[in-house]
């Protein structure tokens, strides 16, 4: 089995800062892509950030310049650092992975269950 567990989620003001983490445990061989995805009420659920095995990041246009992704390899964990937060961020937000859980599988997409954030104005 694999996990993904979020943290970091909560309650800021308008033009604050937070962290979300996310850790992916289990039966892993190797993961390539990880990223967050984050829905708000009403809305579909949409890419915010990810980043390749390599480092390589892309970013949605509505948070390039105050939202940053990175990835600890070694601890399989991924993160993503959220500054001059708007209330429009107000979402929860989804750790996604692309991984394979033995060399002859093919790569699958685990998700967590996700980690509400809330900017209030």
């Known amino acids: 089995q694999v996990q993904l567990v979020e943290s970091g989620g909560g309650l800021v003001q308008n033009g604050g800062s937070l962290r979300l983490s996310c850790a992916a445990s289990?039966?892993?061989?190797?993961?390539?892509?990880m990223g967050w995805y984050r829905q708000a009420a009403g809305k579909q659920r949409e890419l915010v950030a990810s980043?390749?095995?390599?480092?390589?990041?892309n970013y949605a246009d509505s948070v390039k310049g105050r939202f940053t992704i990175s990835r600890d390899n070694a601890e399989n964990t991924v993160y993503l650092r959220m500054n001059s937060l708007k209330p429009e961020d107000t979402a929860v937000y989804y750790c996604?992975?692309?991984?394979?859980?033995?060399?002859?599988?093919?790569?699958?997409?685990?998700w967590g269950k996700g980690t509400l954030v809330t900017v209030s104005s």
């Open positions: 996604n992975a692309h991984l394979t859980r033995n060399w002859f599988e093919a790569a699958m997409a685990y």
């Open positions: 289990g039966t892993i061989f190797r993961i390539n892509a």
């Open positions: 980043i390749s095995s390599g480092g390589d990041t």
